[in-house]
């Protein structure tokens, strides 16, 4: 998820006085400040306390570092369409606790609202969502020759994880998440590799994500067994760092945000040595989340370029490893579904639905009382199923 942002910006706001600094804050920071957790962690934290802080990850800049993501000069529009009558939906988004909702259908916005406070020009944190931003961004690379083939071993763009359990990883088994290595992502367990990874100190003169990571044992042959691994996707933006000599957000606003026309400013938090956190904690409009979908549906061009090889999605957003669960499964950081769809998915409830068959596209932000347990995740699912019901039906 993260490495060093909201533990050390509240310290930071611990400190700091009010006066002219209160008023020169925005609604969303200051609904952090007047419900500041004490706590570093998200897990902990109170609903209303995520409420106000999922809105404004990136605003007490103190010491969250961040890349900025300018709203393009030439926004896309996103015309109205026939409105969705959504039969229940403000119940489901009560229970579902929706900051924000964009559905577009044949490239038209046929249902938009908002809660918890926020707003269309307010931004959401993406948490995993992101994963799916930082394996396009691969593909953007393989592109531009950058990266020469998925089959090429990570080391030789990674060379300091030469020896670890990733020497003899492909770049495919890494977009995968088969890479073998042994990691532990149970968001409520302390002892668990994503949460020791949050707090370990790097060695120096290292990239944290490959300090911790290069110290893992390996449990599987590579490309074998499918493994949800957050370090992973931190490692695959190391990757694109490193064989772009980029960061993550000037090469994602070069490829996508200013070409494709994001109408508004976005953010990639930092982590402990001055990266993206690539696979969490892109902020972002809901609407600009929708259009990064409508990006991927379109089969990545922008601003009249092919910004991804012509196959990239085909493969990305197709089954490539089995997860163990019915009709699902995942590609390149995507988690797909047997009948084409497709979806990016962060904790608390964030998400990107893609159904190309019924050029459909559910974008959402919400803060979940628990980060990935509960009744909210099967009624999403089962949203998305009532929605293309709906489109089916031409409603």
Same mark, same amino acid.
């Given at each position: 998820?993260?490495?060093?942002?909201?533990?050390?910006?509240?310290?930071?706001?611990?400190?700091?006085?009010?006066?002219?600094?209160?008023?020169?804050?925005?609604?969303?920071?200051?609904?952090?400040?007047?419900?500041?957790?004490?706590?570093?962690?998200?897990?902990?934290?109170?609903?209303?306390?995520?409420?106000?802080?999922?809105?404004?990850?990136?605003?007490?800049?103190?010491?969250?570092?961040?890349?900025?993501?300018?709203?393009?000069?030439?926004?896309?529009?996103?015309?109205?369409?026939?409105?969705?009558?959504?039969?229940?939906?403000?119940?489901?988004?009560?229970?579902?606790?929706?900051?924000?909702?964009?559905?577009?259908?044949?490239?038209?916005?046929?249902?938009?609202?908002?809660?918890?406070?926020?707003?269309?020009?307010?931004?959401?944190?993406?948490?995993?969502?992101?994963?799916?931003?930082?394996?396009?961004?691969?593909?953007?690379?393989?592109? &531009?020759?950058?990266?020469?083939?998925?089959?090429?071993?990570?080391?030789?763009?990674?060379?300091?994880?030469?020896?670890?359990?990733?020497?003899?990883?492909?770049?495919?088994?890494?977009?995968?998440?088969?890479?073998?290595?042994?990691?532990?992502? &149970?968001?409520?367990?302390?002892?668990?590799?994503?949460?020791?990874?949050?707090?370990?100190?790097?060695?120096?003169?290292?990239?944290?994500?490959?300090?911790?990571?290069?110290?893992?044992?390996?449990?599987?042959?590579?490309?074998?067994?499918?493994?949800?691994?957050?370090?992973?996707?931190?490692?695959?933006?190391?990757?694109?760092?490193?064989?772009?000599?980029?960061?993550?957000?000037?090469?994602?606003?070069?490829?996508?945000?200013?070409?494709?026309?994001?109408?508004?400013?976005?953010?990639?938090?930092?982590?402990?040595?001055?990266?993206?956190?690539?696979?969490?904690?892109?902020?972002?409009?809901?609407?600009?989340?929708?259009?990064?979908?409508?990006?991927?549906?379109?089969?990545?061009?922008?601003?009249?370029?092919?910004?991804?090889?012509? &196959?990239?999605?085909?493969?990305?957003?197709?089954?490539?490893?089995?997860?163990?669960?019915?009709?699902?499964?995942?590609?390149?950081?995507?988690?797909?579904?047997?009948?084409?769809?497709?979806?990016?998915?962060?904790?608390?409830?964030?998400?990107?639905?893609?159904?190309?068959?019924?050029?459909?596209?559910?974008?959402?932000?919400?803060?979940?009382?628990?980060?990935?347990?509960?009744?909210?995740?099967?009624?999403?699912?089962?949203?998305?199923?009532?929605?293309?019901?709906?489109?089916?039906?031409?409603?």
């Amino acid at each position: 998820m993260k490495k060093r942002t909201i533990a050390f910006v509240l310290a930071g706001v611990a400190i700091i006085g009010a006066g002219a600094f209160w008023f020169g804050l925005d609604k969303e920071t200051r609904g952090v400040l007047k419900t500041l957790p004490t706590n570093k962690d998200v897990l902990l934290w109170s609903l209303p306390q995520r409420d106000a802080t999922f809105r404004a990850f990136d605003r007490l800049t103190i010491l969250a570092d961040h890349h900025t993501l300018a709203a393009s000069t030439t926004p896309m529009p996103l015309p109205v369409g026939k409105p969705l009558n959504i039969p229940n939906i403000d119940e489901y988004m009560k229970e579902q606790r929706t900051a924000g909702i964009v559905i577009i259908q044949d490239g038209k916005i046929r249902f938009e609202k908002y809660g918890l406070g926020f707003d269309a020009k307010g931004r959401w944190t993406s948490f995993s969502v992101a994963k799916s931003f930082t394996s396009t961004l691969v593909g953007a690379a393989i592109k &531009d020759g950058y990266i020469k083939s998925l089959d090429d071993n990570i080391t030789n763009y990674m060379p300091d994880l030469k020896g670890s359990a990733y020497d003899g990883v492909s770049v495919r088994q890494l977009l995968t998440m088969s890479s073998g290595a042994a990691w532990n992502e &149970d968001y409520e367990d302390k002892n668990s590799d994503v949460n020791k990874f949050n707090n370990a100190k790097p060695q120096k003169g290292m990239d944290a994500t490959i300090s911790y990571l290069r110290n893992l044992k390996r449990s599987h042959k590579p490309g074998t067994v499918w493994n949800y691994n957050t370090g992973e996707t931190n490692l695959i933006g190391v990757l694109v760092a490193s064989a772009t000599h980029k960061n993550l957000a000037e090469y994602l606003h070069e490829k996508i945000w200013q070409p494709y026309g994001m109408e508004a400013d976005g953010t990639w938090l930092l982590g402990a040595t001055g990266r993206e956190i690539a696979g969490c904690c892109i902020q972002a409009s809901t609407r600009d989340f929708a259009r990064f979908g409508q990006f991927v549906m379109g089969n990545g061009m922008a601003g009249g370029k092919q910004v991804v090889p012509e &196959d990239w999605f085909k493969q990305a957003t197709t089954k490539q490893m089995d997860i163990g669960k019915a009709g699902h499964g995942y590609g390149f950081q995507w988690w797909t579904y047997d009948d084409g769809s497709f979806a990016a998915k962060g904790i608390f409830g964030q998400g990107i639905f893609i159904d190309p068959k019924r050029k459909l596209i559910i974008a959402s932000n919400s803060s979940w009382p628990r980060a990935s347990i509960g009744e909210q995740p099967k009624a999403r699912e089962e949203f998305y199923k009532q929605v293309q019901g709906l489109v089916d039906r031409g409603e």
